[in-house]
């Protein structure tokens, strides 16, 4: 026991230390970068639970959806419409959850109790995705609007507003902002991985590993595909409220690039983990950033090439890759010291 301790107690001190050191860069940050630094990490942070939104569906649920971004678009102009009308951030925020559930409930319904292949939902989705993304681009003019919201069309609603304080009413600063970005962000994350550790998480993972024999213990595979589709849907939402926020709404968010970029990004991270579809996220985003800034090549082609370089070299993706190579080193390292490590009867001599 007193062993177990004595390893497990430098670690427990290099996690908390980096926790700490974590806590206060992002204390620092938005209040010692510039103003476009702090706008774009917002803007990274959103995306990144958009990540965790479709992580958790394919990656856990073992349901790929080609139309996330539909959710994602949702999600924002249901915050910028109903923010528009009532003037109630508040209220607006739980529209953006609550319209992509909803949405994701009727749609996911005929998807999974009409019984239909992996390939016809993937399909499905997307269809649905380019439906949403040629009816929004289609809303320009005066006559397009929902109560006192234009939806704009191509144009989309720049004047959304901004988040304001619950009890004050004041807009959240942008340095508040990323700070209210990142709290979601880690509570999304924890919301997730709490789930996937109840007993609802495991039936998901029983059905996603084996539906025929899931259903044959008794679980309800369609009802359980349905409740994790709507979960992964108001996740979206959330983090197009987000977007938002730092970004104006246009219908580019239902686009398919869209729909492609948050695949990727699932791929790249690694299917069945949470950490590594968020790093894959930020990370990519900053490549494309960079790329886009200096025109040094087409970001989209860069994205491809990753893409392909991944799915052939590294299928299981970068956090399961270097979660078993260090493994692997470990493993070396414990071999090596059980070579060198003296005997019984070599430390009595």
Known sequence: MSQSLVFRSPFAVHIGLAGAAALAALAIFPQAAPLYTVINATLYVSMAIFALSLALLWGYGGVLCFGQSAFFGLGAYAYAVVALNLGDTTIAAFAAILVPAIFAALLGYFLFYGRLSDVYLGVI???????????VNSTGGDAWRIGSARLGGFNGIPNTPLLKMPLTGIPLSPAQMFGFAVMLLFGVYILCKVLIATRFGRAVIAVRENEVRAELLGYNARRL????????????GLAGMLF??????????????????????????GLGTLMGPVAACILLQIVTVFLGKFGLVDPNIVLGIILIVFVVFVPSGILPALTGLAQQLRSRRGQAGGDLAPTKKEQLS
């Open 125 to 135: 989705t997307l269809t649905a995705t380019l439906i949403l993304f040629k009816l």
């Open 225 to 236: 595909k349905l409740s994790i589709f709507c979960i992964s849907a108001a996740i979206a």
């Open 244 to 269: 938002a926020n730092v970004v104006f709404v246009s219908p580019t968010m239902f686009s398919l690039s869209t729909a492609a970029q948050v695949l990727i990004w699932v791929v790249v991270g």
